[in-house]
């Protein structure tokens, strides 16, 4: 049974708050595959997961006054959301972060190192003192630093390297001897040309100035190179390197590795060699995808700004066209392994062409005619012509060759083969006219044997779109009342299973029309709205953020602050944000509205020392009168109270 298993994976994503239409693209397509896989009654197991470890993580949190993963959890789980919107059937999910990932990274690294494939040296690079990153002299740009542009130095930090540079060899006699490994076969040349020939140098696998990331266990000062961390997940996942090793066991070398073209390299040279270091098998195949480029940057024309008016937030595309509409897009709009460009009309064009003309329209008809002329009863076929043998030999061809480009790996051709289908249909519904032969008595069993031809076409296209569509096909399927005994499985996707006499309801529109130019004059005014109210939120934060002029310390000591107890603590009715704080002074009660709402709970509030700024000229806030302001610590989405660091009495001046 083992040749019976698939074992697919996506790459993991690194956390961000920005998941855009272009990131679902690998992980919609694996999906598409696990299920047509699953579908062919195979032992699918299909992973993907999440990416957390890296000096940026931890400069973005820091910048947001959170821990790491205090930063990460909210982007794990929005991203988690993303992929239930889209009916992602992942089997697991991995997270650099687990437990059972890090000790098996820190176990694999122990291991090279034990067989001499890593070995302590030093790396000397351009150093960006900032960003704390070293660079090599051909990732500077202009000769400085490639994130932010700053002047760099040269600069030296003990490290622990892979010997990568002995692997060169292997790795091209790995793709000389297995032309399926590295798909499209572009990408061969391009590894070779760019990165093997030059010569492979040995890679850098630790860091010192990272912390951020998994140690080293017998060098603890190190972490691990991300890209190492990142690259096992793929055989962590199955247990590699734990106690509990069975999935690994029967999964691994996985069938079908899905990346985008940026991250080839590191899935066809530093993996496999790892992979070598370690003895374990190659994968079958790495697929290196193409891009989706987002298009369509237009001008508002009120201001000349160049603002986006691509709606490309996932959420918010399934939300407005739904699940099916998302994956049919981004499944057949680029040809497989090219770059293609996304707009929002590209989609809506997509959207009315191919599901609400071609499918919506084929399921309608045909559902009203049957309903029409035989009171919703599928009439049984009589004798078939030519024409309609036709139709047919294509309903019983199309599993086979969709099938063929799945194994190729050509999605979108796999998915327009079942469309040729659909529109072969609709093309035999022009040719036969049953509004025609309707009304003639004597074509009454003609008029059966069409409705019957057609009715075949959708049920068999529907059963093959399921793996690619997750809603439509079921939504269309149940349109034929049929009873529980007929699958929908490929083992039925042949003509002539559909008993006739079911009954057959009239359809609902699958996928409704949708008025291109209207739906996009309103895009671009909300996009346009919505860029205005970001730019107005940008200037606000800069205001509160912008330098300000330095003062004298007898300007300072105008502003009296006090050590106050919060003695009590009530909402505020008319306001969202606001507390009413009663807080003593000791020989003194003050009241003062402040805008803790969303940071802290009466409970947390009361009993707490704050500092107060005691002669802040008294102001009214939603009707209550506030004598004062209390001292907070701010960032980001980040509000702390500030208090005496060990207790102090209530009214004691601050300064
Ligand atoms: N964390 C690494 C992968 C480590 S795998 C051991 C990473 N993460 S990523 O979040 O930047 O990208 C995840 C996937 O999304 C990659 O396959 C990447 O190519 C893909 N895409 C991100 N933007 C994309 C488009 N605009 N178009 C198509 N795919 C894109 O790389």
Known sequence: MENNKFYITTPIYYPSGNWHIG???????????????????????????????????????????????????????????????????????????????????????????????????????????????????????????????????????????????????????????????????????????????????????????????????????????????????????????????????????????????????????????????????????????????IGGDKLSKSKGENIKTEITDPKELVDRYGCDALRYFLLREIPFGNDGVYTNESLLKRINGDLSNDLGNLVSRTTAMINQYFGGELPAPTEYTSLDNEVIALANGTLSSVKSYIDAIDVPTALGEIFKLVQRANKYIDETEPWKISKLPEMRERLQTVMYVLSECIRISAILLKPFITKAPDKILAFYKIDGTLENTFDNAYFGVLKPGVMVEKATPVFPRIDVNKEIQEIEKMMVERHKKAVQEKKETEKVEEKLPDISIDDFFKTQLKVALVKNCETIEKSNKLYKLTLSLGDEERTVASGLRKYYTPEELIGKKVILVANLKPAKLCGVLSEGMVLCAERGDKVVLISPETDMPEGSVVG
């Not at 540079?165 to 798909?183: C, G, H, R, T």
């Not at 990331?213 to 997940?233: C, M, Q, R, S």
Request: charged share 25%; hydrophobic share 35%; glycine share 6%.
């Open 23 to 293: 990131h679902c693209y690998t992980t919609v397509v694996c999906d598409a595959l696990a299920r047509f896989n699953r579908m062919l009654k195979k032992d699918v197991f299909f992973l993907t997961g999440t990416d957390e470890h890296g000096q940026k993580i931890e400069k973005k949190a820091q910048e947001k006054g959170l821990t790491p993963i205090e930063f990460i959890n909210p982007l794990v789980s929005g991203l988690k959301d993303i992929w239930k919107e889209l009916d992602i059937s992942y089997d697991k999910f991995i997270r650099t972060t687990d437990d059972y990932h890090v000790k098996a990274v820190q176990s694999i690294f122990k291991k090279l190192y034990d067989k001499g494939e890593i070995y302590k040296s030093t790396y000397e690079g351009w150093y960006c003192t900032p960003c704390e990153s070293f660079w090599t002299e051909s990732q500077l740009v202009d000769g400085k630093c490639p994130d932010c542009g700053r002047p760099v130095q040269k600069g030296k930090e003990e490290s622990y390297f892979f010997r990568l540079s002995k692997y060169a060899d292997k790795i091209l006699k790995l793709y000389e001897d297995n032309p399926e490994f590295l798909q499209p076969k572009s990408r061969v040349n391009e590894m070779v040309n760019n990165f093997i020939k030059p010569g492979l140098q040995d890679l850098c696998v630790s860091r010192t100035t990272i912390k951020w990331g998994i140690p080293v266990t017998f060098d603890e000062k190190h972490t691990v190179y991300v890209w190492v961390d990142a690259l096992t997940n793929y055989i962590t996942a199955l247990g590699f390197g734990t106690e509990n090793d069975e999935l690994y066991k029967k999964y691994w070398p996985a069938n079908v590795q899905m990346v985008g073209k940026e991250i080839v390299r590191f899935h066809t040279i530093i993996w496999p060699a790892i992979l070598m270091a370690l003895d374990i098998p190659m994968p079958e195949k790495v697929y290196g995808h193409g891009w989706l480029l």
